[in-house]
């Protein structure tokens, strides 16, 4: 009898208590630096109002999921996003034409013929490019790099 198995399942084991070591950092640092402006602010309401703060932001990066994804990677990525270079660039390699030599096992460069026209007619010479013969996906690839098809 066959059985479906479930796959890709990625769970974070439970560390401390019902949280992860990761829910329990952002807690704990919160924690930590409430702890810290209990002795630097001297007024209760202030305390209490950047401890309501500082705690909500904690209890989100720690339990709130959009997607299936954690918070902090989510704003990892907005700040990446924002903060990073903006170009993309894109360089074409250009592409080799050889042919192989299949007794001795070398590449042979292949050197484009250049077909002679005369200057009345304005034709654009097509590029003669070899490909290797081992593989129609080398083919299929110079094909769609250089457009001839």
Not at 70 to 97: C, D, H, Q, T
């Given at each position: 009898m066959r059985h479906v198995l479930p796959q890709f399942i990625e769970y974070e084991a439970k560390i401390i208590g019902p949280l992860t070591f990761?829910?329990?950092?952002?807690?704990?640092?919160a924690g930590a630096v409430c702890f810290v402006l209990f002795?630097?602010?001297?007024?209760?309401?202030?305390?209490?109002?950047?401890?309501?703060?500082?705690?909500?932001?904690?209890?989100?990066?720690?339990?709130?999921?959009?997607?299936?994804r954690p918070l902090s990677s989510i704003v990892g990525n907005v700040l990446r996003f924002f903060l990073g270079s903006k170009m993309y660039v894109w360089n074409k390699k250009e592409a080799r034409a050889v042919n192989l030599d299949k007794e001795k096992d070398m590449e042979i460069p292949i050197i484009k013929r250049i077909e002679v026209v005369p200057k009345t007619e304005e034709v654009e010479p097509k590029p003669v490019l070899g490909t290797a013969r081992e593989s129609q996906l080398k083919k299929i690839?110079?094909?769609?790099?250089t457009k001839t098809k």
């Amino acid at each position: 009898m066959r059985h479906v198995l479930p796959q890709f399942i990625e769970y974070e084991a439970k560390i401390i208590g019902p949280l992860t070591f990761g829910q329990f950092l952002f807690i704990g640092l919160a924690g930590a630096v409430c702890f810290v402006l209990f002795f630097i602010i001297r007024n209760l309401v202030v305390f209490f109002m950047a401890v309501a703060v500082i705690m909500g932001i904690s209890f989100a990066f720690a339990f709130v999921k959009i997607d299936n994804r954690p918070l902090s990677s989510i704003v990892g990525n907005v700040l990446r996003f924002f903060l990073g270079s903006k170009m993309y660039v894109w360089n074409k390699k250009e592409a080799r034409a050889v042919n192989l030599d299949k007794e001795k096992d070398m590449e042979i460069p292949i050197i484009k013929r250049i077909e002679v026209v005369p200057k009345t007619e304005e034709v654009e010479p097509k590029p003669v490019l070899g490909t290797a013969r081992e593989s129609q996906l080398k083919k299929i690839r110079t094909d769609i790099e250089t457009k001839t098809k």
